[in-house]
């Protein structure tokens, strides 16, 4: 059984950068063709796919972002990383981290619980 855990900061300053880690457990970053995802849903609003890093460390990102986005893994800790920086308040949301069937499948089989993460001076 393939577990994904979040964690980072709750509460970031704006214009500060935003750092989560995504611990797994159960399976390997590195097994094909899996890849791993960010995901983010603000208040109100739907899912939001954020970008993934493929078991080949090959990396997605979303366009709507800016390139403030960045996702990095330590295959020795089994963990994957997000950095978005200059955040704003409309950053605010609950984070994710998924496993997708294959890069830019959409197919999601596992989720982490989600953490809230609060952009706010």
């Known amino acids: 059984q393939v577990q994904l855990q979040e964690s980072g900061p709750g509460l970031v300053k704006p214009s500060q950068m935003l750092s989560l880690t995504c611990t797994v457990s159960?399976?390997?970053?590195?097994?094909?063709?899996?890849?791993w995802t960010w995901i983010r849903q603000p208040p109100g609003k739907g899912l939001e796919w954020m970008g993934a890093?493929?078991?080949?460390?090959?990396?997605y990102y979303s366009p709507s972002l800016k390139g403030r986005t960045s996702i990095s893994r330590d295959t020795s800790k089994n963990q994957f990383s997000l950095q978005l920086s200059s955040v704003t308040p409309e950053d605010t949301a609950v984070y994710y981290c998924a496993r997708d069937r294959s890069p830019n499948m959409r197919e999601y089989d596992y989720w982490g619980q989600g953490i809230q993460v609060t952009v706010s001076s």
């Open positions: 890093i493929g078991y080949d460390g090959s990396t």
């Open positions: 159960g399976g390997s970053l590195t097994t094909s063709y899996y890849a």
